[in-house]
C-alpha cells in the first residue's frame, strides 16, 4: 500500500459521506495510471428518481440502487483502460466486479473494516472473477 493509495481511499471515504443510504454509505473513485482522478461514484438511487422513504425499505432500496463503482464508471467521460478503482467500505459485489472487469480497470484497492455476511458469497464470486480476468485487488481490514 503507497501513500498514494491511502489517499485516493480517504477520498474514497469522503465520496462516501454523498450517499443519501441510511445504513450503508459507499465511495468509489477511480484513478488513472499517471495518479489524476478519471472519475468518483457513491451508492444511491439513479439519477431523477427519488431519494425518499424507499431508502428505508432495504429490499427495496437493494433493487433501486445503482453502486458507488458502477456509479463512478458510468460516470467517467473516457475509457478506463489500466485505471485503478479504489472503493470503501465494502469490496466490489460480484455484478460489480464484471463491469469494472469490462470497463478496463486493471487493479481494486478496497478499505473493509468488516464484512457483511449477507455479502460473503457475491464478494467470494466477485474475487474469483477478478482473479480469472487479470485484475490484481488488494483488500485492507
Not at 33 to 46: H, L, M, W
Not at 108 to 116: D, E, S
Amino acid at each position: 500500500m503507497t501513500d498514494w493509495d491511502e489517499r485516493f481511499l480517504q477520498l474514497a471515504q469522503h465520496i462516501a459521506q454523498w450517499s443519501k443510504d441510511p445504513s450503508t454509505k459507499v465511495g468509489a473513485v477511480i484513478v488513472r495510471p499517471n495518479r489524476t482522478i478519471a472519475s468518483v461514484g457513491y451508492n444511491g438511487f439513479p439519477r431523477g428518481v427519488n431519494d425518499d422513504e424507499r431508502l428505508n425499505d432495504r429490499p427495496y432500496k437493494y433493487a433501486m440502487t445503482v453502486h458507488a463503482e458502477a456509479n463512478a464508471i458510468l460516470s467517467a467521460n473516457e475509457r478506463l483502460d489500466g485505471c485503478t478503482l479504489y472503493v470503501t467500505p465494502l469490496s466490489p459485489c460480484s455484478s460489480c466486479a464484471s463491469i469494472l472487469i469490462q470497463s478496463g480497470i486493471k487493479r481494486v484497492v478496497a478499505y473493509m473494516p468488516h464484512q457483511p455476511e449477507h455479502w460473503a458469497d457475491s464478494f467470494a464470486i466477485a474475487r474469483t472473477m477478478l482473479d480469472e480476468a487479470g485484475v490484481r485487488w488488494e483488500i485492507r481490514t
